[in-house]
Every structure is written in C-alpha cells, then in structure tokens.
C-alpha cells in the first residue's frame, strides 16, 4: 500500500514551534514549576495577608483542577465538592485528634476519605444519566452539610471548631512555611492529574463525554469511566482539605455549603474546564484578585456572577480556552495554509483491482478462510428487537464465517442497523442468540464487545468533537493500550511502551486511510467525506477481528465511497478481519462482498452470494417495488 | 389518631407552597431541559419588591402587587433574553451552569438594594386559627393553600386552554417537530420564563409571610421544592403538584413521628431513592438525553 501522505512528515510536530522549548516533552511540567518557583521566590515580600490569600488561591486551584477532570474531561458537572471539602478538613481534624501524625497523616486520611466518598457519589453512574447525576452530588452536598452540624463531637457543630496548628514529620509550620507545603501539594496534584488526563485515561474521558455511544463501542464502561474521575476528583479535594483546614484556622460547617460548591465550580469554568492551568487563572480571578484589590467591596459577588455568565454566552472556553485559542492563531507554531480536503487517492482504482482479485479469491473457495486467520465468525440466531409494539427485527438468523465480508442490505426501515446495534449491545434482544465466536454476547454491555474484537463504525457519524484526528485514532486503541492506570500516572515503561506502539498504529491507519497530513486537524473543522473517514479510521486502527460497517458510503460521491470501502476491505484482509457492510450501494456491495444477506420487515428474504441474491425475485421486488 | 391528622394537614399546607415552586422548577424543565437554579433568588428578589414597595414605601398593598408583577415579568423577560436565547441549544449543562451564576449575581443585587436585614412581615392575611374536629386550622397557610391552588389551577387552565400554551406543551414534547408546525419558539421560551418568574414570586411572597423575608430565606424552600419535582419526575406539572404535597406531607409526619435527623436528611433521602430506582419520577418519562 502507498499512501499518499508517505515520505511527508506525518505528524503536525514538523509544522508546532521552532524553538528547542517546543520540541521539549513536558514542557508544560516545566512551565508550571517555573510558575510555581516564581510565586516561592515572590513569597519573601508577601505580609502575612497576602501569603493567606494566596494559600487560598493555592487551595482553589487544586479544586478546580479536581473539575477539570471530572468536568472538563468527563463532562460530568459536581455541585458536591463542598462535601468533599468538609471531608477533607474534618478528616484533617479526626487525624490530628486520634494519631500522633501531623499533615503526612493528614494528607493520606483527606486523599482517601475524598476518593472514597467520591467513587461512593460516582457508582450512581452506573445506573443514571450524567444530569441526573448532578442532581445526586446536590443531594450529596446538602445532606452533608447537616452531617457536619449533627456530627458536633467532630466538627463543634454551628460555633465550628479550631484547626490545630499544622505540622509536618514533627516540625511546625508558619503560615509561609504553609504556604510552601500547599505549593509542593499542589504541584504534585496537578503532576498527578496532568499524567492522568495525559494518555489513555484522559482520552477515555473525553471520549466518553464527547460520544458516549462510540466511547462504549470501543471497549469503554461509561458508568465505570466516570466513577474513576468521581475517584480522582474526590482524592484532590480531600487533599485541599486539609490544606484548607490549616489556613483558614478556624471551620465551621456553614462553610461547606452548596454556594461555595458552585464557587468552585465557577472557578473552573471561568479559568477553562478544559485545561488544568486555566483552574488557576480562575482561582486568582475569584479567590485572588478580589482579596488584593479590597476595592469591590460587596459587588465583588455581582462582578464574578456577571463575568461568569457572560464567559458561559460568548467565551465557553473560559480564559485558558480563550489564550489557547488566540495562541493557535497567532502563536509560533500556528498553521499557515489549512488544509480543506483531502484528496482522492489516485490509488482508487489500484484498491479496487486488488479488491477484485482478493473477492475473486475468497469466491472460489467460500470457506477457506474460516479455518484460517481470517477473523472471528459472527452467529446470530434466531433474533428479535422490538421497540414498544413494532418489532424491528423478527427472526433473523444469520451465519457469518470468519474471514469473509458479508453485505447486509434492504430498504429503509428493514432492521439493518437495528441488527447492527444489537450486536453492538446498544439494544437488548427480545428473543435469540448472538454469538461472536465461540462466546454468546451478553445484552446491554456494549463494552464488552471490544474484548471480543468487535469494532464498528456509525452512520451518523459518532465522532468526538473538539479532539483532533489523531486524538480518534489513540481512542480507538483504548482497549488494546497494555498499560495500567498506575503505569500511566507514574510514567512506567508499560505506559512509554504503548504510546510508542499506538502511535505509530495510528500514523499507519491515517496513512492506509489517507489522513495522515490531517492528524492534527479538529474533526469538527473537516469535511464531511474526511469525517466520515476518520470514524471508519477509528474502528480498525486497533485491528477488530470482526468490523461492522453501517453505511459508510452514505452521503459520499460514488468515487469517494468506493475509495473509502476499497481502502478497509483491503485493510481487513491485510490484518485478517470478518466485515459486515450494511449499504444501500447495491452496486457497491454485489462488487466487494462474498455473500448478501437481505433484510425486509426485519426478515431475511435472501441470503446467498451476490450473483444468485441479484437475481432473486422477492429482493428485486423489495428494493425496486416490483 | 388527631395529631396523625393535624400533622397531615399541616403538611398539605406546607406543600403547597412546594407545589408551587416546584411548578416553577419543572416548567422550566420542561421545556428547557434545564433546571434553573436562579428559582429562589428570582423569586426572593421579586418578594422583596412586593414588601418593599408595599410596607416601606407605605403605598399599599395593590401597588406591592403591581410593582412585584411587573418586576417578575421583566426579570423573566430578560433572564430569557440576556441568558437563555444567547445560549441557545446544545451543551445541556450551560443553561444549568449559567443560572447558578444567575443565582449568584441575584442573591447579592438583592442583598445590595435591600440590605442585608432580617425583616418580619405583617402580611394582609387573616391571622388566627380555627378548630375543625380537633384539628387546629391556622388561617394564614390556610389562604396560602388556597392561593398555592388557584396558582396551579391557572396554570393548568391556560396550558390547556389558550393558544400559547398549547404551543408550550407542543413545544416541550418536541422542539423541532412544534417550530415546523408554526409554534413560534421564541414566544414560547419568553412566556415559559415569565410565567415560571411569576410562579416563583407568588411562592416566594407566601413563604415571607410566614417567614421572614432575608437574601436567601427561600433557599430552603428551593431545595424542598426541587425534592418535590424529582419525585414527581421534574418534566410533569401534575408531578410537581403531587410532589409538592407528598413532600409536605411526609416532611409534618417526620416532624411528628421520626427523630430530626430523618426530617432534616428526609429531600435528600428522597432524592437518593427516586434517582436509584426510579429516575423518571412518579410521572415522568426518561428521555433518551437525560438517561
């Protein structure tokens, strides 16, 4: 296979920055400790007010961090961090009481009792939908502010309680010298977040906020993915907690009320959900600039309302979304000329001719590949899915052998992608078995199709909005990246291992695929030919043993979508995969498929090789009215 | 068996009022998709221009009347225009977002026009009980039943009964299919804000009557009010209702019976229980969005 994009550069890192600072891997790591050096070395001249507020701000952006991930990344809005606040600090309070440990203590408890109420307020997930989820973490925050004033052996109930004077390994500290240690938490909470949102985590997260249902095709749990960011985001808070509770000396349950839930939230928003420093750009607006100032008096509420909604109409970004974006235009690695499409590869016809003769192949022997590396066989047998009264799919059973590539077609309406989506797992069976191999597929757990080796692409497109080409093809990989969470944060050689591995799949399927000048590209910003390619891209780049393919020459020119057909199948016979190709191209499917199984009224009404289907009565009259 | 009953009857009248702000809750809901978290400063805000103008000015009570009407249009009005329609659709959680800094912006406004005071109403209700087979009957929530009533009763009357309402129930069903058919979508989205404003100020105007009127004195309601929609499925008005005197009633019979930690825990409970095992409510339908 030549593609046209080889012998180029393949990544946009060519086009990013000259300088040696942009070729430099973690230089944001190296940026934020040169920030936070900055504010260590500044920290001489502050009075003691000053070195107060800016603790705070310390402490707010390590809780807005704590959105950036379960928001910003997983999409799922908490008004309950109060709660995991006041868990934090009375944590911090019950430590100092029962154990002779300081803030190493401290910090353990506030991590822990924060993850776990966070993973507790996160099962949930599990059932219910991310807005009714949101709704939880209110309950949540109100039913814990009562916890903490009931709880008055722990939290002095409404007079509130002192904070013991914070020490760490025996030695007690000043309000700088607290300062320095929230400084040290809050680099390595953010180093822990920044790996986190860094690699396969991070891109589960927006994978399953941007496309829930492509996010479950790939191998991904949602309930699960955002009970883990409910867990992170829940050990950051219990952290700042405990920093929370030495600086401000004195705590009261009041203080851990649903306003300052929002507040942190604001914080978030305002500073960019999406990136971890835009957390203190709006911890230093909301928490930092007022203090310093001291001119605002009372407004200073109605001025960070108003700019909060006003960023939420024009600027969704926030700050960081807004300096990001202005650095992509006019910053040293912006892009010079964009490029609109790609181009039809000149290797149309070569893919075709190499299909042809491989179809051929597969004809004369129909069962040849079924003993071989081929791919994995799909049985469905004896299917039902009803909606309410209709039943869409009635009956259907089908035998697909591994290795070859099966056409399903019919007229609007016939249950093809409704067959499609109950292999999936996106609907359940009222009736019958699906098998993919050896292994009946359970209803309802789309994610466990992945582990089988069952990709798909979509007809409606179910790409991730807002992340890059390449972004999609490391989020196809997800369920083959061979690294763990604690590979990931920690940097282990798993976690370099896969990455190298994946990315270089990715550049291959973009080159297989003719995307490989737009790796870099938004999907959003590409057309919709090119779209469509980089959801079938995403699909095969982790090598399913079995494809199902809904339309993907739908809404393409006949050229484009022989190319982009052409292109997989040549691809799936290359790494040995069964496809199942729903199409309304008859052409199309009679040219590439070795066997047509046709749907009417959610029914079989023919199931043979192309030539004999072509010719069948009931499918001529189905298809043309006969 | 009497403090049984008495305890039911206070609760019917307590969740009245749930009721009402709860109609202002799922209203919005409804044909949004979004829940307004700006419900109880709105409406607290337009309270204190009914007592303001009402007491302090000493012009009278239909001038209070007038000035708080017109005040909850206007806000309803803007709201919409400033906030909701720039919006637009899309992102569910930015309406949500946007009015929790609505929330914010309102409370303290209200805090710098009003003052920051505690200030006790005498509100031009009957005051005084009367005795009904046992069952003390206290006058004031007793009017304030009535009123929390007739408010859902006008409500039903001109979702059913007048064009525009029949647009706004065409319109939460399905959008696009009611702006095909000729429903105009900005007329609907203003009227759903202004009449949900004006809900939440009769609520707000009947809780300070037996309150206080403070910044944020309906903040607790609010969250009362929010439990009642939940139950009742947030997107059904008849829920909300229903919701609303559920509460109501479980909340006196808590009072009555059960230690105070249930009573305080008792919305959350709610909550918990109706997002577990029922999300859609006692009326209303999981949409494909929201599950």
Same mark, same amino acid.
């Given at each position: 296979?030549?593609?046209?994009?080889?012998?180029?550069?393949?990544?946009?890192?060519?086009?990013?920055?000259?300088?040696?600072?942009?070729?430099?891997?973690?230089?944001?790591?190296?940026?934020?400790?040169?920030?936070?050096?900055?504010?260590?070395?500044?920290?001489? $001249?502050?009075?003691?007010?000053?070195?107060?507020?800016?603790?705070?701000?310390?402490?707010?952006?390590?809780?807005?961090?704590?959105?950036?991930?379960?928001?910003?990344?997983?999409?799922?809005?908490?008004?309950?961090?109060?709660?995991?606040?006041?868990?934090?600090?009375?944590?911090?309070?019950?430590?100092?009481?029962?154990?002779?440990?300081?803030?190493?203590?401290?910090?353990?408890?506030?991590?822990?009792? %924060?993850?776990?109420? %966070?993973?507790?307020?996160?099962?949930?997930?599990?059932?219910?939908?991310?807005?009714?989820?949101?709704?939880?973490?209110?309950?949540?925050?109100?039913?814990?502010?009562?916890?903490?004033?009931?709880?008055?052996?722990?939290?002095?109930?409404?007079?509130?309680?002192?904070?013991?004077?914070?020490?760490?390994?025996?030695?007690?500290?000043?309000?700088?010298?607290?300062?320095?240690?929230?400084?040290?938490?809050?680099?390595?909470?953010?180093?822990?977040?920044?790996?986190?949102?860094?690699?396969?985590?991070?891109?589960?997260?927006?994978?399953?906020?941007?496309?829930?249902? #492509?996010?479950?095709?790939?191998?991904? @749990?949602?309930?699960?993915?955002?009970? %883990?960011?409910?867990?992170?985001?829940?050990?950051?808070?219990?952290?700042?907690?405990?920093?929370?509770?030495?600086?401000?000396?004195?705590?009261?349950?009041?203080?851990?009320?649903?306003?300052?839930?929002?507040?942190?939230?604001?914080?978030?928003?305002?500073?960019?959900?999406?990136?971890?420093?835009?957390?203190?750009?709006?911890?230093?607006? =909301?928490?930092?600039?007022?203090?310093?100032?001291?001119?605002?008096?009372?407004?200073?509420?109605?001025?960070?309302?108003?700019?909060?909604?006003?960023?939420?109409?024009?600027?969704?970004?926030?700050?960081?979304? %807004?300096?990001?974006?202005?650095?992509?235009?006019?910053?040293?690695?912006?892009?010079?000329?964009?490029?609109?499409?790609?181009?039809?590869?000149?290797?149309?016809?070569?893919?075709?001719?190499?299909?042809?003769? +491989?179809?051929?192949?597969?004809?004369?022997?129909?069962?040849?590949?079924?003993?071989?590396?081929?791919?994995?066989?799909?049985?469905?047998?004896?299917?039902?899915?009803?909606?309410?009264?209709?039943?869409?799919?009635?009956?259907?059973?089908?035998?697909?052998?591994?290795?070859?590539?099966?056409?399903?077609?019919?007229?609007?309406?016939?249950?093809?992608?409704?067959?499609?989506?109950? =292999?999936?797992?996106?609907?359940?069976?009222?009736?019958?078995?699906?098998?993919?191999?050896?292994?009946?597929?359970?209803?309802?757990?789309?994610?466990?199709?992945?582990?089988?080796? $069952?990709?798909?692409?979509?007809?409606?497109?179910?790409?991730?909005?807002?992340?890059?080409?390449?972004?999609?093809?490391?989020?196809?990989?997800?369920?083959?990246?061979?690294?763990?969470?604690?590979?990931?944060?920690?940097?282990?050689?798993?976690? =370099?291992?896969?990455?190298?591995?994946?990315? #270089?799949? #990715?550049?291959?399927?973009?080159?297989?695929?003719?995307?490989?000048?737009?790796?870099?590209?938004?999907?959003?910003?590409?057309?919709?030919?090119?779209?469509?390619?980089?959801?079938?891209?995403?699909?095969?780049?982790?090598?399913?043993?079995?494809?199902?393919?809904?339309?993907?020459?739908?809404?393409?020119?006949?050229?484009?979508?022989?190319?982009?057909?052409?292109?997989?199948?040549?691809? @799936?016979?290359?790494?040995?995969?069964?496809? $199942?190709?729903?199409?309304?191209?008859?052409?199309?499917?009679?040219?590439?498929?070795?066997?047509?199984?046709?749907?009417?009224?959610?029914?079989?009404?023919?199931?043979?090789?192309?030539?004999? $289907?072509?010719?069948?009565?009931?499918?001529?009259?189905?298809?043309?009215?006969? | 068996?009497?403090?049984?009953?008495?305890?039911?009857?206070?609760?019917?009248?307590?969740?009245?009022?749930?009721?009402?702000?709860?109609?202002?809750?799922?209203?919005?809901?409804?044909?949004?998709?979004?829940?307004?978290?700006?419900?109880?400063?709105?409406?607290?805000?337009?309270?204190?221009?009914?007592?303001?103008?009402?007491?302090?000015?000493?012009?009278?009570?239909?001038?209070?009347?007038?000035?708080?009407?017109?005040?909850?249009?206007?806000?309803?009005?803007?709201?919409?225009?400033?906030?909701?329609?720039?919006?637009?659709?899309?992102?569910?959680?930015?309406?949500?977002?946007?009015?929790?800094?609505?929330?914010?912006?309102?409370?303290?406004?209200?805090?710098?026009?009003?003052?920051?005071?505690?200030?006790?109403? +005498?509100?031009?209700?009957?005051?005084?009980?009367?005795?009904?087979?046992?069952?003390?009957?206290?006058?004031?929530?007793?009017?304030?039943?009535?009123?929390?009533?007739?408010?859902?009763?006008?409500?039903?009357?001109?979702?059913?009964?007048?064009?525009?309402?029949?647009?706004?129930?065409?319109?939460?069903?399905?959008?696009?299919?009611?702006?095909?058919?000729?429903?105009?979508?900005?007329?609907?989205?203003?009227?759903?804000?202004?009449? @949900?404003?004006?809900?939440?100020?009769?609520?707000?105007?009947?809780?300070? @009557?037996?309150?206080?009127?403070?910044?944020?004195?309906?903040?607790?309601?609010?969250?009362?009010?929010?439990?009642?929609?939940?139950?009742?499925?947030?997107?059904?008005?008849?829920?909300?209702?229903?919701?609303?005197?559920?509460?109501?009633?479980?909340?006196?019979?808590?009072?009555?019976?059960?230690?105070?930690?249930?009573?305080?825990?008792?919305?959350?409970?709610?909550?918990?229980?109706?997002?577990?095992?029922?999300?859609?409510?006692?009326?209303?339908?999981?949409?494909?969005?929201?599950?």
């Amino acid at each position: 296979m030549t593609a046209p994009g080889a012998g180029k550069p393949v990544t946009g890192k060519a086009v990013a920055g000259s300088g040696v600072l942009a070729r430099l891997p973690g230089r944001d790591v190296l940026l934020a400790l040169v920030a936070i050096l900055v504010v260590f070395a500044a920290s001489g $001249v502050l009075t003691g007010y000053q070195a107060y507020v800016v603790t705070v701000v310390v402490i707010f952006t390590i809780i807005g961090a704590s959105h950036t991930v379960l928001f910003g990344a997983a999409g799922q809005p908490s008004v309950g961090h109060a709660a995991l606040l006041g868990a934090g600090v009375y944590a911090t309070i019950a430590v100092s009481r029962i154990s002779p440990f300081g803030m190493e203590g401290e910090l353990v408890a506030g991590i822990v009792v %924060g993850a776990l109420i %966070g993973v507790v307020i996160g099962l949930p997930s599990l059932r219910i939908g991310s807005l009714y989820l949101a709704i939880a973490t209110l309950a949540l925050c109100i039913v814990a502010q009562q916890i903490f004033f009931e709880w008055s052996s722990l939290t002095g109930g409404g007079a509130g309680i002192q904070v013991p004077p914070p020490t760490l390994f025996g030695t007690t500290y000043t309000p700088l010298g607290l300062l320095y240690i929230a400084l040290a938490v809050m680099g390595i909470a953010m180093l822990f977040a920044r790996n986190l949102l860094r690699g396969k985590q991070g891109r589960a997260w927006n994978a399953v906020r941007t496309s829930p249902l #492509a996010a479950s095709s790939l191998g991904m @749990s949602l309930g699960w993915q955002k009970v %883990g960011a409910f867990g992170v985001s829940g050990a950051m808070v219990g952290c700042a907690g405990v920093l929370y509770a030495h600086t401000v000396n004195y705590v009261s349950p009041q203080d851990f009320s649903l306003e300052l839930s929002i507040v942190t939230l604001v914080i978030a928003i305002i500073g960019g959900q999406r990136y971890l420093w835009g957390a203190a750009l709006g911890a230093i607006f =909301v928490e930092g600039l007022p203090e310093m100032l001291r001119t605002t008096g009372e407004f200073r509420y109605v001025i960070y309302g108003v700019v909060f909604v006003v960023i939420m109409i024009f600027f969704p970004g926030g700050f960081a979304g %807004g300096i990001a974006a202005l650095w992509r235009r006019f910053g040293p690695g912006r892009r010079r000329t964009a490029p609109a499409e790609i181009q039809l590869a000149p290797t149309a016809t070569i893919v075709e001719a190499e299909l042809a003769q +491989n179809t051929a192949r597969v004809t004369e022997t129909p069962r040849a590949a079924a003993s071989g590396d081929g791919g994995t066989g799909l049985s469905i047998r004896d299917v039902r899915v009803a909606f309410g009264g209709v039943t869409a799919v009635d009956g259907v059973s089908a035998e697909i052998v591994p290795g070859s590539v099966v056409g399903l077609v019919g007229p609007n309406g016939a249950g093809k992608t409704t067959l499609l989506n109950a =292999v999936s797992g996106f609907v359940g069976l009222a009736g019958g078995e699906i098998a993919v191999g050896d292994t009946v597929l359970r209803a309802r757990r789309a994610a466990q199709r992945r582990a089988l080796g $069952v990709g798909r692409t979509f007809q409606n497109l179910s790409l991730h909005e807002g992340l890059t080409v390449l972004d999609h093809l490391m989020i196809g990989q997800h369920a083959v990246a061979g690294y763990g969470p604690l590979s990931q944060v920690l940097r282990l050689p798993p976690f =370099v291992r896969g990455e190298r591995r994946m990315h #270089a799949d #990715a550049i291959e399927t973009a080159e297989m695929l003719g995307l490989a000048d737009l790796l870099d590209e938004r999907v959003e910003n590409l057309a919709y030919g090119v779209q469509k390619r980089v959801d079938v891209a995403r699909a095969v780049v982790a090598r399913p043993r079995l494809l199902l393919l809904d339309e993907p020459a739908a809404g393409l020119t006949p050229d484009e979508g022989d190319d982009l057909v052409g292109r997989v199948l040549v691809h @799936s016979r290359h790494v040995g995969a069964t496809v $199942v190709l729903v199409e309304h191209n008859i052409e199309l499917v009679m040219r590439v498929t070795d066997r047509v199984v046709a749907l009417n009224f959610g029914r079989v009404i023919a199931d043979d090789v192309p030539d004999v $289907v072509r010719r069948q009565d009931d499918f001529v009259e189905a298809y043309l009215g006969g | 068996m009497s403090a049984f009953l008495q305890a039911v009857v206070n609760g019917l009248m307590t969740g009245g009022v749930y009721a009402l702000l709860a109609l202002s809750i799922a209203l919005i809901f409804k044909t949004m998709d979004a829940v307004n978290f700006a419900t109880a400063s709105m409406g607290a805000f337009c309270a204190f221009l009914f007592f303001q103008v009402g007491t302090i000015l000493n012009l009278g009570w239909a001038a209070g009347l007038a000035v708080a009407v017109v005040g909850a249009v206007l806000l309803g009005w803007a709201v919409e225009r400033g906030i909701v329609r720039p919006l637009g659709s899309g992102d569910l959680f930015r309406l949500v977002l946007a009015t929790m800094g609505l929330d914010i912006v309102l409370n303290n406004a209200t805090q710098i026009f009003f003052g920051s005071g505690v200030q006790n109403i +005498n509100a031009p209700l009957p005051s005084g009980g009367v005795g009904v087979a046992g069952i003390n009957i206290d006058l004031t929530r007793l009017v304030i039943l009535a009123v929390a009533v007739a408010g859902a009763i006008v409500l039903g009357v001109v979702l059913r009964c007048t064009n525009l309402g029949v647009g706004m129930r065409a319109y939460a069903q399905d959008p696009q299919a009611a702006t095909l058919m000729g429903v105009p979508a900005r007329t609907v989205s203003r009227w759903t804000w202004i009449i @949900s404003s004006l809900l939440g100020l009769v609520a707000a105007v009947m809780v300070a @009557s037996v309150s206080v009127l403070s910044v944020g004195f309906l903040q607790g309601t609010f969250i009362s009010a929010f439990t009642a929609a939940v139950l009742g499925g947030l997107s059904s008005l008849p829920g909300a209702v229903a919701g609303g005197f559920i509460l109501g009633v479980l909340e006196a019979l808590s009072i009555a019976y059960a230690p105070r930690a249930v009573t305080i825990a008792l919305p959350v409970l709610i909550i918990l229980v109706v997002l577990l095992i029922r999300p859609a409510g006692l009326f209303g339908r999981l949409s494909a969005s929201r599950a």
